[in-house]
């Protein structure tokens, strides 16, 4: 049973920065893409960041310029670092991973929190 397991949120002040990384057991390579999503009080959840096994990227309009997504294919991770952070950033982010059969791994969740 594949389970992303994310790690690195916290709270952090606004215009600070914060890493969140999501592990794997198993090899990226069996994963086509691997995510970000977010989920706020009261609000849908929303797509952050994807990057594809070869690399191409996506983020949503509301990060661009201050998130980044990376992989490290050695270790099993996805990282996203987190700069610039405002409040409405504030949110549960999860870690999402799509195999190559299609089907959908969805982390539990870490928490960030932005304070004003």
């Known amino acids: 049973q594949v389970q992303p397991v994310e790690s690195g949120g916290g709270l952090v002040q606004t215009g600070g920065s914060l890493r969140v990384s999501c592990a794997v057991s198993e090899s990226i390579f069996r994963f086509t893409t691997m995510g970000w999503y977010r989920q706020a009080p009261g609000k849908q959840r929303e797509l952050v960041a994807t990057?594809?096994?070869?690399?191409?990227?996506n983020y949503a309009d509301s990060v661009k310029g201050r998130f980044t997504i990376s992989r490290d294919n050695a270790k099993n991770t996805v990282d996203l670092q987190m700069n610039s952070l405002k409040p409405e950033d504030t949110a549960v982010y999860y870690c999402?991973?799509?195999?190559?059969?299609?089907?959908?791994?969805w982390g539990q969740g870490t928490q960030v929190t932005v304070s004003s």
């Open positions: 990057i594809t096994s070869g690399g191409t990227t």
């Open positions: 999402q991973m799509t195999s190559l059969s299609s089907f959908n791994y």
